[in-house]
């Protein structure tokens, strides 16, 4: 019963996690350090023992969560959680009326492990700033307990007598002053929970959760109990602190297509710029018989640009070609000095770390421009930071613009 419960429980959580997989627009944690929380609740829990009423078994109930949203569809949590467990039994006398049922109750502590899956962000899209989200949360149990896991069943020798009062014969019944329970020690029951929360936001660091739990786990009561599996509904209520407040970025491609025009469009420019300058020298060398001088400055085609992916200061293949583009015309010009300037997407990242990265942008094209062999005496770089859609679309603005 026990694997069951165990396997049952992962394949729901791999049910959740596919059904995340299916985010459209791909937003994710950028650094392992972002979207880990904190959640701290109390509430109640009510077991579903047979021997026992409903409301006969609802003690306090706490717990502590700890987790991280991988994305703004699903995350992962780890909780403890525990007080008491609190039912009524007879086992194992529930055939003799002499005996009445017992009050029971365990101290126990337990351990969670939910696959959570956002249903609100799943069917409607993640919009940063939304006040209520609903979650799906499912996963292992276990409960730790010391209890009696056994009985040791005591007999007596009961007479049967006829209408007069004579005996008749004896029967074997349990006898309850013999009868004791056996096997007291700490066990580790697995099971198996599911369960929907309510999210409330306050801000992007701040919520209050309201959840209700269902589990099925071995008994707490262990001997004790007429079942060897019992239910329990958790109903809490708590807040969860986001350390940082949520961060999630969008993992959205680099317009390669756009890319490619601008290189043609360089590439044609250059074309060109050769063209007229072999005209020129024609016309130099034809002039008879007064020298003129002709100079003919080939200035740099436009700006160029060069693109990055998030968070990095590497050059593609793509950005190596245009500044070898670059650099044939900035040697063909040595009086000229080019700045270049390194940009960040300013909605991704602190201003700090855009800084230091659109910095690291420049100081790479600087470096390739150099080993190409651009002398340094015509180079200046600077790293300017985030910046906010100077393309209109904020991937276009981790770029490296060299003029």
Same mark, same amino acid.
Request: hydrophobic share 40%; glycine share 10%.
């Given at each position: 019963?026990?694997?069951?419960?165990?396997?049952?429980?992962?394949?729901?959580?791999? +049910?959740?996690?596919?059904?995340?997989?299916?985010?459209?627009? #791909? $937003?994710?944690?950028?650094?392992?350090?972002?979207?880990?929380?904190?959640?701290?609740?109390?509430?109640?829990?009510?077991?579903?023992?047979?021997?026992?009423?409903?409301?006969?078994?609802?003690?306090?109930?706490?717990?502590?969560?700890?987790?991280?949203?991988?994305?703004?569809?699903?995350?992962?949590?780890?909780?403890?959680?525990?007080?008491?467990?609190?039912?009524?039994?007879?086992?194992?006398?529930?055939?003799?009326?002499?005996?009445?049922?017992?009050?029971? +109750?365990?101290?126990?502590?337990?351990?969670?492990?939910? @696959?959570?899956?956002?249903?609100?962000?799943?069917?409607?899209?993640?919009?940063?700033?939304?006040?209520?989200? @609903?979650?799906?949360?499912?996963?292992?149990?276990?409960?730790?307990?010391?209890?009696?896991? %056994?009985?040791?069943?005591?007999?007596?020798? #009961?007479?049967?007598?006829?209408?007069?009062?004579?005996?008749?014969?004896?029967?074997?019944?349990?006898?309850?002053?013999?009868?004791?329970?056996?096997? #007291?020690?700490?066990?580790?029951?697995?099971? /198996?929970?599911?369960?929907?929360?309510?999210?409330?936001?306050?801000?992007?660091?701040?919520?209050?959760?309201? !959840?209700?739990?269902?589990?099925?786990?071995?008994?707490?009561?262990? &001997?004790?109990?007429?079942?060897? +599996?019992?239910? $329990?509904? #958790?109903?809490?209520?708590?807040?969860?602190?986001?350390?940082?407040?949520?961060?999630?970025?969008?993992?959205?491609?680099?317009?390669?297509?756009?890319?490619?025009? !601008?290189?043609?469009?360089?590439?044609?420019?250059?074309?060109?710029?050769?063209?007229?300058?072999?005209?020129?020298?024609?016309?130099?060398?034809?002039?008879?018989?007064?020298?003129?001088?002709?100079?003919? !400055?080939?200035?740099?085609?436009?700006?160029? %640009? =060069?693109?990055?992916?998030?968070?990095?200061?590497?050059?593609?293949?793509? @950005?190596?070609?245009?500044?070898?583009? /670059?650099?044939? =015309?900035?040697?063909?010009?040595?009086?000229?000095?080019?700045?270049? %300037?390194? $940009?960040?997407?300013?909605?991704? @990242?602190?201003?700090?770390?855009?800084?230091?990265?659109?910095?690291?942008? %420049?100081? &790479?094209?600087?470096?390739?421009?150099?080993?190409?062999?651009?002398?340094?005496?015509?180079? !200046?770089?600077?790293?300017?930071?985030?910046?906010?859609?100077?393309?209109?679309?904020?991937?276009?603005?981790?770029?490296?613009?060299?003029?």
């Amino acid at each position: 019963m026990k694997n069951k419960l165990v396997i049952l429980s992962f394949l729901l959580a791999g +049910t959740a996690i596919s059904a995340s997989a299916q985010d459209k627009d #791909h $937003y994710y944690s950028e650094s392992w350090k972002d979207n880990i929380f904190i959640s701290i609740g109390g509430g109640v829990q009510a077991g579903t023992n047979p021997d026992s009423k409903f409301g006969q078994s609802i003690t306090p109930l706490v717990n502590l969560s700890v987790g991280k949203l991988i994305n703004p569809v699903w995350g992962v949590r780890g909780q403890v959680y525990g007080w008491q467990s609190k039912q009524k039994t007879a086992y194992p006398f529930t055939n003799t009326p002499t005996w009445s049922k017992q009050k029971r +109750t365990e101290n126990y502590v337990g351990l969670n492990l939910d @696959g959570m899956l956002n249903l609100t962000n799943l069917f409607c899209g993640y919009k940063p700033g939304r006040l209520f989200e @609903g979650t799906l949360f499912v996963g292992p149990s276990m409960n730790i307990v010391k209890n009696y896991s %056994a009985w040791q069943m005591g007999v007596a020798n #009961h007479a049967i007598t006829d209408a007069n009062g004579f005996i008749t014969g004896y029967e074997t019944v349990i006898d309850p002053a013999t009868t004791v329970p056996v096997g #007291h020690k700490l066990r580790c029951l697995v099971g /198996a929970s599911v369960g929907l929360g309510a999210k409330f936001n306050i801000n992007p660091e701040w919520a209050i959760d309201i !959840e209700a739990r269902g589990q099925v786990t071995p008994s707490i009561l262990g &001997a004790y109990s007429s079942a060897s +599996t019992d239910g $329990y509904i #958790h109903l809490t209520a708590g807040v969860t602190y986001t350390i940082g407040g949520k961060k999630f970025v969008s993992g959205g491609k680099v317009d390669q297509k756009a890319i490619n025009d !601008e290189l043609n469009k360089y590439r044609d420019e250059l074309a060109l710029a050769q063209a007229e300058l072999a005209a020129a020298m024609n016309a130099l060398e034809n002039v008879q018989p007064e020298v003129v001088e002709v100079v003919k !400055e080939i200035e740099v085609a436009g700006p160029r %640009a =060069i693109f990055f992916k998030i968070g990095s200061a590497k050059i593609d293949d793509y @950005g190596m070609v245009n500044i070898q583009l /670059a650099a044939k =015309i900035i040697k063909e010009n040595p009086s000229k000095v080019y700045k270049v %300037a390194g $940009y960040c997407d300013e909605a991704t @990242g602190t201003s700090s770390w855009n800084k230091t990265l659109s910095e690291m942008r %420049a100081q &790479a094209v600087y470096d390739a421009l150099i080993k190409d062999g651009v002398s340094k005496d015509q180079l !200046e770089y600077v790293g300017f930071g985030g910046t906010t859609n100077m393309f209109g679309k904020n991937f276009l603005n981790r770029v490296v613009i060299l003029e």
